[in-house]
């Protein structure tokens, strides 16, 4: 047990910063997956509605959700709050941290358009249901593919696909194409999220793939 805790201690990150930095912290009741997934979050989306955006996410995953701002080496990311870990899955807790950086040579989340923006989100969405969905020892194996490049390409690259499977393919494609291709980040940092996350080409390869197959399977 000692040994996965240091694991998760190099993998996560525990809450050390004080509350000024806090947003929000909601949680909600569960979600239908008979349903479109995610279809109540889009009306609230985050550049209007914050507080509800999240409020729904917590509500959809079944677990409660922290907003904090950071100084961080990307755009936006999700991790368990890892004493969280040890209870009741339903009483797990998230942060997702918006980088406050002013020397940053990423993307910074003010710039970016709202279809693009709703990608990002959608992303980080993802990170916490696969997180959700898993034992504390899965979660440490998460950990452990984030040690590698390969890994944590592997693992970027199926949560991208779980956006597109969810039908929100569209968002995320935005989201990749400015990231990459159109925004003032660094030609280093577009390189790096070239090579780690599904590229604007191969996003619309998966969504064209995801709609031939939901034809096939509807003409069955």
């Not at 201690?9 to 569960?30: T, Y």
Request: hydrophobic share 40%.
């Amino acid at each position: 047990m000692l040994v996965a805790l240091i694991i998760i201690n190099v993998f996560l990150i525990i809450k050390k910063r004080s509350d000024k930095n806090n947003i929000l912290l909601s949680k909600g009741g569960g979600y239908n997956s008979s349903s479109p997934l995610f279809d109540e979050m889009l009306p609230f989306h985050p550049e209007t509605n914050l507080e509800q955006f999240v409020g729904n996410m917590a509500k959809l995953l079944n677990c409660k959700i922290l907003i904090r701002k950071s100084s961080i080496s990307t755009t936006l990311n999700a991790r368990p709050v890892i004493r969280s870990l040890f209870g009741r899955r339903e009483q797990r807790r998230y942060v997702i941290r918006i980088n406050t950086r002013q020397d940053f040579d990423g993307v910074k989340i003010e710039e970016v358009p709202l279809d693009a923006k709703i990608g990002l989100w959608f992303h980080e969405l993802m990170h916490i249901k696969d997180y959700q969905s898993r034992s504390i020892i899965g979660i440490i194996q998460r950990g452990l593919q984030y040690l590698t490049v390969a890994g944590k390409r592997m693992f970027e690259h199926e949560i991208d696909r779980m956006v597109i499977m969810s039908g929100y393919g569209r968002y995320l494609y935005r989201w990749s194409q400015y990231s990459m291709q159109e925004s003032t980040a660094s030609e280093k940092y577009k390189a790096f999220k070239s090579m780690i996350y599904l590229t604007p080409e191969q996003i619309q390869k998966e969504i064209s793939a995801r709609v031939v197959l939901h034809s096939y399977n509807s003409a069955s």
